[in-house]
């Protein structure tokens, strides 16, 4: 049984085309650049790689060159072999606490949050229109970011602003890379052979966001309105006072929208280190002594510690930190820094397994609190919703 999972952005559609329920991979690809002459797209199965450009005018003729490039690949025979697709959607509001089965109702009410995420669920949508055109008949599941985290008590969800705002605009917490979370979590639960585990996940990518988990739920996560909250990542800054954006629009005469575009794009790694974005950049000139790169690295470590620390008390408890995403599966002078920086939690690290990949325990069996490596894998987890829904 094919099941295509889908991440639409606004010039972008990547997907996965996955066999369920084991899990294989059977296709994967990606078209850039939608809107423009020289668009790419390309296409991996069997271990190969196939890559085109040309122009292609918008997210329908995406779709359209991803399902004919499956057929022409003899990756499907027909696209009767596609029983579902799942759409990653970014915002889910308060409206959706589960994926949804996709109906004109439901795209109502995605289009009706657009103005939490502006940049994403209009791309979203983009994609789910498109495919909805091809796969007329087929199951459509919108998987959203937010809904692992809808389980937040509102003590923590909450901001400490006029509550006027909840009501009127919905500024709260919402959280982000729930689907990851979640997915890491389900793992940890059995590794761990608990259901009721108190676990810390680090989801340490580009973007980054910790999330707390008490018996399978997220009880606090550090994203918040949206991705901009929380630890500092590649380029975001993370938690900020906002008086800044007042000061830095007033000395360098630019808009709040530009100001907050700095906070986004130009801050963390990038901007305090002054060199990249990467974490692989950031510690090899922090290992030839540069400062500023040894700082955007410790900065990240101590404000990540400050939020294990956070969730640790606030749980009761703690049984495992988990790592995952880019930084979290393959840094391991990163996941060593922040084993340290909370050590007073009960954690011995072991070296050996630490410097590995894969998933893993990279704490001593002494340990107090473990800790473990899990990769990520988002697109296994929304072809899990599409199975269950469709
Ligand atoms: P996102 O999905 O948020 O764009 P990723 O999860 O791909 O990001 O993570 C990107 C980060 O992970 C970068 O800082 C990069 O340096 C780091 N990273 C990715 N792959 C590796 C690797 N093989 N070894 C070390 N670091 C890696």
Redesign the pocket.
């Given at each position: 049984m094919k099941i295509m999972a889908v991440n639409a952005g606004s010039s972008s559609l990547k997907f996965q085309l996955l066999e369920m329920p084991s899990e294989d991979v059977i296709a994967s690809g990606l078209v850039e650049r939608i809107g423009y002459y020289n668009a790419v797209f390309t296409l991996k199965m069997n271990g190969e790689k196939v890559s085109t450009t040309q122009e292609i005018l918008n997210h329908k003729e995406a779709v359209h060159l991803v399902t004919k490039g499956l057929i022409d690949h003899k990756i499907i025979s027909s696209l009767d072999d596609i029983v579902g697709v799942g759409h990653r959607v970014v915002q889910g509001g308060e409206i959706f606490k589960n994926s949804a089965l996709i109906n004109d109702k439901v795209i109502e009410q995605i289009k009706s949050l657009s103005d939490l995420a502006p940049l994403h669920n209009p791309a979203n949508i983009t994609g789910i229109e498109a495919f909805r055109k091809d796969l007329p008949d087929v199951p459509q599941i919108a998987v959203f970011d937010t809904t692992f985290h809808q389980t937040m008590s509102e003590d923590a969800f909450l901001y400490a602003a006029p509550y006027e705002w909840y009501q009127n605009y919905g500024v709260r917490k919402y959280g982000f890379h729930g689907t990851s979370h979640q997915f890491v979590s389900e793992r940890a639960a059995v590794l761990l052979d608990n259901k009721k585990a108190k676990i810390i996940i680090c989801h340490?990518?580009?973007?980054?966001s910790l999330c707390a988990v008490d018996s399978g739920k997220s009880v606090d996560t550090s994203m918040g309105l949206t991705p901009l909250e929380g630890i500092p990542m590649?380029t975001r800054s993370g938690n900020i006072d906002p008086t800044v954006l007042m000061l830095i629009s007033d000395k360098e005469n630019k808009s709040y929208a530009e100001v907050l575009d700095d906070l986004n794009k130009r801050s963390g790694?990038l901007g305090v280190s002054g060199i990249s974005?990467?974490?692989?950049?950031i510690l090899r000139e922090m290992e030839n002594g540069n400062h500023r790169a040894r700082l955007a690295h410790e900065i990240q470590v101590k404000r990540i510690a400050d939020y294990i620390g956070s969730y640790y008390v606030y749980m009761g408890g703690l049984d495992a930190i988990i790592f995952t995403?880019?930084?979290g599966?393959?840094?391991g002078r990163v996941r060593e820094a922040i084993l340290n920086a909370v050590k007073v939690l009960g954690i011995e690290i072991d070296q050996e397994e630490n410097q590995k990949r894969g998933e893993r325990m990279i704490t001593t069996k002494n340990s107090k609190v473990k800790a473990f490596i899990i990769p990520t894998n988002e697109e296994v987890m929304i072809a899990r919703e599409v199975m269950r829904l469709k």
């Open positions: 340490l990518g580009n973007g980054a590649g790694f974005n990467d974490s692989r950049d995403a880019g930084i599966e393959n840094e």
